[in-house]
């Protein structure tokens, strides 16, 4: 473990009901329980951001999948490490208070295009796509029950794969617009800077500079539909050549194998690598640059 | 329909094992055919997915993902050893392949 996870460890302890001593047991950030595993998540990014930092590897653009928008933020020094872990907290702890009584369900299908996942959800009123993460890839959303035949309807059309995921709180939808902007009044009380860098929302892949957009994408990020896919495109289009995933697993890094463009992804156990390589100016370089 | 050469089993075996050993990260002497890919290996759908593109790319196949999720449905492939005989059958067959049994 590194020392800007063990740091990073006890600082969560300290501010949120963290479970570190199931952290260390699963080794992997993934928990049953889900704000365990978004803390989790988030720990382990802003400690890969640090060592990114220190690295002296310069962020260009960043964009959070999902709950990553608070990484995103702690790494574009928008909030402050602990300020992240509140707004997980509270971002939780509302959507949970207004999901009361709803059996709520997302289902993840692969395989189909756009064009059918759109045929699908629009069979019921409550369906929605939460998520595209690729051309293959998609997120839906909705009531259990409606989950469940829309999986089963997908396999029918030929989908290579469907899932029932254990996530419990509507995020990302729709129905959580009330919700949205509770939050952003929470939010605005907080102090939050200009990111230090563009970040991508992942929402309609706008470009957020100041402390307002931030403000704005927070409050879109827990009710509108997030497009991972839209984010990426809007990053490589603007010449973007190389991704970090700061986070556990590598998810995102096999999500862009679908996606055009010619970049490389870095996940976390090929970040040795990509420090090693050419991409990256040691401190020996950057002294020749400065001679020259 | 892409040609099938001698070589061209061989091939996909390798590039089959090879794929898995680095996506799992697990070394390839410890993968054989009956290896599961979901329950052993703690695989996902997208895993098989990137390998079709691989081999897309590689022979130059046409063939719609739908076609290739119709077939599994009726012919589940969960194990390194049927994933590489369904490939063989989607390197000869492409898009027919949902013409088979």
């Known amino acids: 473990m590194s020392g800007d996870l063990r740091e990073l460890l006890s600082r969560a302890e300290a501010a949120v009901d963290f479970d570190r001593v199931e952290f260390e047991r699963r080794d992997s950030g993934d928990f049953e329980d889900e704000l365990q595993s978004q803390y989790a998540a988030y720990i382990i990014s802003c400690a890969l951001s640090n060592i990114l930092k220190r690295s002296g590897i310069r962020i260009d653009y960043a964009a959070g999948y999902s709950m990553g928008l608070y990484a995103a933020l702690f790494h574009a020094e928008s909030v402050a490490f602990e300020q992240g872990l509140d707004l997980i907290t509270v971002a939780y702890e509302m959507i949970r208070s207004a999901a009361t009584g709803i059996d709520f369900g997302t289902g993840v299908i692969s395989g189909l295009d756009n064009g059918d996942i759109r045929s699908i959800v629009s069979r019921r009123k409550d369906l929605e796509i939460i998520n595209v993460n690729n051309r293959h890839s998609f997120l839906i959303a909705g009531f259990s029950s409606s989950v469940t035949r829309a999986l089963k309807t997908a396999k029918k059309m030929g989908a290579l794969n469907t899932k029932f995921l254990d996530l419990k709180l509507p995020y990302h939808s729709t129905a959580m617009r009330d919700v949205s902007r509770e939050f952003y009044g929470y939010c605005s009380g907080m102090r939050i800077y200009d990111p230090s860098c563009c970040i991508i929302s992942t929402v309609d892949a706008r470009e957020i500079t100041s402390w307002e957009d931030v403000l704005g994408d927070l409050a879109d990020n827990i009710y509108r539909n997030i497009n991972w896919l839209a984010a990426m495109e809007r990053m490589v289009s603007a010449g973007v050549d190389a991704f970090v995933e700061c986070g556990p697993g590598k998810s995102l890094y096999r999500i862009s194998q679908f996606i055009e463009g010619g970049f490389s992804v870095y996940h976390l156990a090929m970040l040795q690598d990509l420090l090693a390589s050419d991409r990256v100016c040691s401190h020996e370089d950057a002294l020749d640059l400065r001679r020259a | 329909m892409a040609k099938i050469e001698s070589g061209t089993r061989e091939e996909v075996r390798r590039l089959v094992y090879e794929f898995f050993s680095e996506e799992c990260e697990v070394p390839v002497d410890q993968?054989?055919?009956?290896?599961?890919?979901?329950?052993?290996?703690?695989?996902?759908?997208?895993?098989?997915?990137?390998?079709?593109?691989?081999?897309?790319?590689?022979?130059?196949?046409?063939?719609?993902?739908?076609?290739?999720?119709?077939?599994?449905?009726?012919?589940?492939?969960?194990?390194?050893?049927?994933?590489?005989?369904?490939?063989?059958?989607?390197?000869?067959?492409?898009?027919?392949?949902?013409?088979?049994?």
């Open chain 2, 31 to 101: 993968l054989n055919d009956g290896t599961n890919v979901i329950r052993d290996l703690e695989g996902d759908s997208l895993m098989f997915l990137e390998l079709l593109e691989v081999f897309k790319k590689k022979y130059g196949l046409n063939v719609e993902l739908k076609t290739v999720g119709k077939y599994v449905v009726k012919h589940p492939a969960e194990t390194i050893g049927a994933i590489i005989a369904m490939t063989m059958l989607i390197i000869e067959h492409e898009n027919r392949i949902a013409e088979l049994d």
